[in-house]
């Protein structure tokens, strides 16, 4: 490929994927670099208003998208309105009377509600409007107003009237126009032109209405001209996009509806393209910075660790586990360090395909540390890898029969100081080979001979930082060391393109499949009283049958203090109430973790019946005699917060059950608390999680600078996630500097902070 970046653009060549160098037209940067003041009638005011809504820079404006539309194409003209329908006008208003009911209602004798009366005329005709107790209206429509008015027509002494509809203000009227130039007049004009009306998003208190914002964007996108496109007319056409003028135009005014979609998935295209390319680009620069170890997996004797793990297990792994495994370990024999994502389902078993990964890393000679987010997990995975591995052994010439067992050890913040110091020495010299722990792992005086393998468990409670500082420990404190493979672990399975948006930077393998023999947990959402009882006769039911539950307490919000205090009141109520004559535990965060172990342990052995908990049980607590979930005021919870306490039974055989006592009718509860009820597929209620909540919050705190997600849709922008995907990949692949593609350069630079920048193109 030539590297040519003069003359005009040539015909595509077919192995040209992106043009070089110069692309004609205005670029992002320049946008934001324009201050909005620079455009016509933008004065003090509405640069306050526009501040307010976060838009400060001509391209803040021209992505304040519109939040709806209004179909200009599709209005009744007020000649042809006929009492007995709802209908949308839309009309300028003529005259405003304001009738002062009687203060505090209507109760005196022929004096009504506060009312306003609202003439309204279009061509071809004229409309009463009522409005009651709405006094403030008017304010809203003040003569010269021109709005879209949507209600039921009706007819009073003879007349035609629209009582209380609601109104969209698109032109504001007499009062506070700036540069509108003929307020009052216009109806005419923009009535029946077959216009296509945008609705922004505005704030409650700005004098900014919808129509003047329309007003800017339309001068923004007037003098911004043609706009200078990062994606050449090559890829375009591969996958279906308009060009960015136009997208721009057909978003913020398109003239008709149908133009609204091919812009808005253009838009959306760019928005995931630019983050695509970010975590393309993140992970080429971490390979090409990488020390990898290449596990020598396969002993020379042609067993591995790993697999003599796998062949003592008291069960067969799933077939989904042995091939992550396989996948796994193919990427510890190659020289890059693994970054990878494990997803599964709760109780799909990834646990073991995390001990056989540390394994893997510990019979090449190395160490392994896995990190948990609570102590009661840390704790939990310790016992429970220690009986795992039990019997399993290393090559240690320093013995007489020149081997000795795997040992594993746990650390967390309440490690006693001896205890401590001993661990220390232990990692530092290399004679622990794997670590269970929580953040305490971090700490600085912890430091390993050969940290060889990183598996993070629940990633979600920790941060990239964390991440990347447990990972840190594997060059140790003078940076002579290597880079361990890293897996991370998912608590819940998020929807594919969210993880591939929030964790694009990671490979992925996914656990699909439960392990053979587990009952589907019969799962009720009880709202009343006698549903409630029901829940709690089960509870006695199972228990007197041998087997345990759990209650899990209202979230309280506030501190875990008080969440702990609100857990004792209500285990003691349950004692003395629902739950009297059953032996009961309380597990809270406030615990010290010598109480916490030892009513975990109860719980385990069957000498707590009932372990009343706050949300510490959420994550995987495994006791496989635990047959009923009772999660209380469960509307408080979000869907996978209770897909994944529901998951602590079911664990075992038996039959088990998972009771959400709730009283709320709100149509989110509703919603989230009959998923559940419907299915237990974790991937199913991740979509469904992801549909109620949109992709703000999904992606939340992971996001970094401007690079929000405004117009993309990551349910139903499949397509283009993978495109941009696909795209990223193409191009870092032939040029991983992007230094053909300036722009992308440029733009990329705009929408992530300095350090990551500074990061992606070694500046
Ligand atoms: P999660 O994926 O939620 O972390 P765990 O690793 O805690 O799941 O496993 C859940 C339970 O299933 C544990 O009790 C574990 O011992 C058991 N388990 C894991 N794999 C298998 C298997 N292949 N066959 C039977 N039981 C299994
Ligand atoms: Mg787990």
Redesign the pocket.
Known sequence: MTAGGAGPPAAPDAEDTGRPASVPGRRLAQLDGLDVTVLRGVGEGARRDLEALGIRSVLDLLTHYPRRYIDGTRMVALGDVVPGESVSVLAEVRRVRRNSGRPGGGRGRGRGPARVDVEVVDPTGRLQLVFFNQVWRAGQLPVGTLALFYGKVGAYRGEVQMVNPTAEVLRPGLPGEEASGGAGTGASEDVGTGRVFPVYPLSEKAELTSARLARFVGEALDRAGELADPVPEVWRRRFGLVGRTAAWNGIHRPTRMEQREPSRRRLAFDELFRLQLALVLRRRRLEEDARGIRHAVVRPDGSSLPHRFLAA??????GA?RRAIDVILADLAGPLPMHRLLQ???????????VATLLAGVGGGHQGALMAPTEVLAEQHAA?VGR?IEGLSVPDPATLTGTRPVTVRLLTSRTGARERAELHRGLAEGTVDLVIGTHALLGEDVAFASLGVVVI?EQHRFGVEQRAALREKGRGPDGTGHDPDLLV?T?TPIPRTAAMVVFGDLDMTV?DEL???RTPVQTTWARTDLEAAAAWARVREEVSAGRRAYVVCPLVDGSERVEAASAVRESERLAAEELSGLRLGLLHGQMSSVEKESVMASFREGTVDVLVATTVVEV?V?V?EATVMVVEDADRFGIAQLHQLR?RVG?GGDPSWCFLLSRSDSPEATARLEALERTGDGFELADVDLALRGEGTILGAQQKGRSDLLLARLLSDRDLVDDARVLAEELVGEDPSLARHPLLVDELRLFVDDDEAAFLFKS
Do not use: N
């Not at 297990?313 to 799933?318: D, S």
């Not at 599964?344 to 995390?354: L, P």
């Open positions: 297990l008291p069960f067969e792994a799933t586990q599964g389902d709760v109780g799909s078993g990834k646990t073991v395909v995390a429970g795992l468990d672990m608590a656990v392990p053979p023999g995987g495994d496989a998951g664990r």
